[in-house]
C-alpha cells in the first residue's frame, strides 16, 4: 500500500492537484475579467466607436477642410499611386474626390485597429454619457424630458412591459438605500418543506394580496447552486426566518460551493483536510510519539 502511495503517479498526482488549487482560483479570475472587457468592448464600446468612425468619414466626405485641417489626405505621391490602384492614368484628376474619400476611409479604420488607446474612446463616450445623463435627469428639464421618453416607451404595445420589467429591477438595484438593506439581509427559511433550511435574501414584504391570508409576511429569494443568479422567490411569515449574521458575498459563496465555503463565524468544526492533505499524512504515518509502549 505504501509502494503505491509513494508511486510516481500518486506523487505527481498529489502535487498536480495542489498546484491546480493555487493557479486555477487566479486564472478564472483573470478569464472571467477578461470576458467582461471582451462583452463591452463588443457590445458597447464597438457600436459607438462605429458610429464615430462613421461621423469622421462622413464630415471628410461633405467637408474637405476637415481632412485638410487634420492632415487625413493623401499627398501628391499617394493620389498618383491611387489612382493608379484603380486603373486610372496618373494624370486624371476626375476621379480624386472618391479616391480622396476612400483614403481617409481606410485612415480612420486604421487608427481604431492600430491603436488600442482609440479602441478605448467608445468606452470612455459610454461613462460619459451615462454621467451625464444621470446629472441632467438630477435638474427639473431634465426629469421633464425623461418622464416623457418613459411615457412615450410604455405607449408602445410590446416594449411596454419589457421596459416595465426591466425598470423594476433596475430600480431594485440601483434605487434608493432602503430597498438595497433589505437585500443586504441574509436569512435562512424552512424550504422546499418543514425541517430543511435553506439560505436566502430577504428582498422586501410580502404583496398586499398574500399578507391577507399571512399577516407579517416577507418575500425571500432562495437561490440555487451552483448558479446563484437563478432560484426561487417565496413568500413566508417574518416569524418563521432566522436572520444570519453573515455577508452577502458569503451567503453567494455558500451557495456557490454547495456549503463547502462556510463562513468563518459559522463553523462548527474545523474543515476537513483536502484530498491532498490526507494523502500526506498518510504517507507520514501515525505520530511517532505514540508509537512506543508506555513504560
Excluded: C
Excluded at 151 to 178: C, E, H, M
Excluded at 263 to 268: A, D, F, H, Q
Aim: neutral net charge.
Amino acid at each position: 500500500m505504501s509502494l503505491r502511495s509513494n508511486s510516481p503517479i500518486a506523487h505527481f498526482r498529489r502535487f498536480f492537484l495542489r498546484g491546480l488549487a493555487v493557479v486555477l482560483p487566479a486564472t478564472l479570475t483573470l478569464w472571467v475579467l477578461v470576458q467582461a472587457y471582451l462583452w463591452i468592448d463588443r457590445s458597447i464600446a464597438e457600436p459607438i466607436n462605429s458610429s464615430i468612425r462613421y461621423s469622421l468619414i462622413q464630415l471628410y466626405g461633405h467637408w474637405p477642410a476637415a481632412g485638410e485641417a487634420t492632415g487625413v489626405i493623401p499627398s501628391p505621391e499617394e493620389l498618383v499611386s491611387l489612382r493608379t490602384e484603380a486603373g486610372l492614368p496618373i494624370d486624371d484628376n476626375t476621379q480624386d474626390a472618391d479616391l480622396i474619400f476612400e483614403y481617409q476611409a481606410a485612415t480612420v479604420n486604421s487608427w481604431w485597429e492600430e491603436h488600442f488607446l482609440v479602441r478605448m474612446i467608445g468606452l470612455v463616450v459610454a461613462i460619459s454619457a451615462v454621467y451625464v445623463a444621470g446629472r441632467l435627469v438630477g435638474g427639473l428639464v431634465g426629469r421633464a424630458a425623461y418622464r416623457w421618453f418613459e411615457r412615450l416607451l410604455t405607449s408602445l404595445p410590446v416594449i411596454k412591459k419589457i421596459y416595465a420589467w426591466i425598470k423594476q429591477i433596475v430600480d431594485f438595484l440601483f434605487g434608493n438605500q432602503d430597498k438595497k438593506m433589505k437585500f443586504n439581509r441574509v436569512v435562512a427559511a424552512e424550504y422546499p418543506r418543514r425541517g430543511i433550511w435553506s439560505v436566502g435574501f430577504q428582498t422586501g414584504e410580502s404583496m398586499k394580496s398574500l399578507s391577507a391570508k399571512s399577516a407579517d409576511s416577507v418575500t425571500v429569494f432562495i437561490p440555487s447552486s451552483p448558479t446563484p443568479f437563478t432560484g426561487y422567490t417565496i413568500t413566508i411569515p417574518r416569524k418563521d426566518i432566522i436572520e444570519l449574521p453573515i455577508s452577502v458575498e458569503e451567503a453567494i459563496g455558500f451557495a456557490i460551493s454547495g456549503g463547502v465555503l462556510r463562513p468563518p463565524s459559522e463553523r462548527i468544526s474545523p474543515l476537513p483536510a483536502s484530498p491532498s492533505e490526507a494523502e500526506s499524512a498518510t504517507l507520514e504515518g501515525p505520530d511517532r510519539t505514540d508509537s512506543g509502549p508506555a513504560q
